[in-house]
């Protein structure tokens, strides 16, 4: 599978080219890069009110979790600033 990255990150069609599958090998693939820099990131996740987003947010969780990289997700769906302002003002690596 190729995957497509713009400046607004990986986009694609719900079932076709984003399935979860998918999902976890791009974030396996952001596990590998840090771990290959020996770093332990925690990071904020939130999701949004697309179709089926929570559920790809939690298959993001699983494999960094299971990487042994801290996450912390939101409860509810959150608007991209807010999780902007979570992940710099909580001192997180990523989000």
């Known amino acids: 599978m190729k995957f497509v990255f713009g ?27 840090h771990r290959a820099r020996n770093l332990s990131p925690r990071i904020a996740l939130g999701y949004d009110t697309r179709f089926l987003s929570d559920l790809f947010a939690e ?16 409860h509810s769906f959150v608007p991209t600033p807010a999780l902007a302002y979570e992940t710099y003002s909580g001192g997180y690596d990523g989000g």
Do not use: K, P
């Open 59 to 74: 298959n993001v969780a699983l494999v960094a979790a299971g990487n042994g990289i801290q996450v912390t997700m939101s």
């Open 7 to 33: 400046t607004d990150g990986w986009r694609d069609i719900i079932a076709d080219g984003f399935t979860f599958e998918n999902v976890r090998v791009v974030s396996q693939a952001v596990c590998d890069y």
